[in-house]
């Protein structure tokens, strides 16, 4: 079983910048993929980054240029770089990670862009 802990969320104004973090509690070398997903009410919710074990990263084109994934191994830790923000990133961030065919979910943490 994998633990998610997310952290990082807040309220920021437009342009501005946001980090999130997602500690797990296992050797994340042990997971197949990292994927910060993201909710807005009314919405469905989205894959926003992703980074495999090896390395990977892909982003959906809405946070490209934007957004950045990446890992800290020897701390366990995913995060989420999040600049230039625009109103229409509010919404609950989810770190999620796959580990043996099965998709852990992380608690969410909100993120809030307004003015």
């Known amino acids: 079983q994998v633990h998610l802990v997310e952290s990082g969320g807040g309220l920021v104004q437009p342009g501005g910048s946001l980090r999130l973090s997602c500690a797990a509690s296992?050797?994340?070398?042990?997971?197949?993929?990292m994927v910060w997903y993201r909710q807005a009410p009314g919405n469905e919710r989205e894959s926003v980054a992703v980074?495999?074990?090896?390395?990977?990263?892909n982003y959906a084109d809405s946070v490209k240029g934007r957004f950045t994934i990446s890992r800290d191994n020897a701390e366990n830790t995913v995060y989420l770089q999040m600049n230039s923000l625009k109103l229409e990133d509010t919404a609950i961030y989810y770190c999620?990670?796959?580990?043996?065919?099965?998709?852990?979910w992380g608690q969410g943490t909100q993120v809030t862009v307004s003015s």
């Open positions: 999620t990670a796959l580990l043996n065919g099965f998709r852990y």
């Open positions: 296992v050797t994340i070398f042990s997971i197949d993929d």
């Open positions: 980074i495999t074990s090896g390395g990977s990263t």
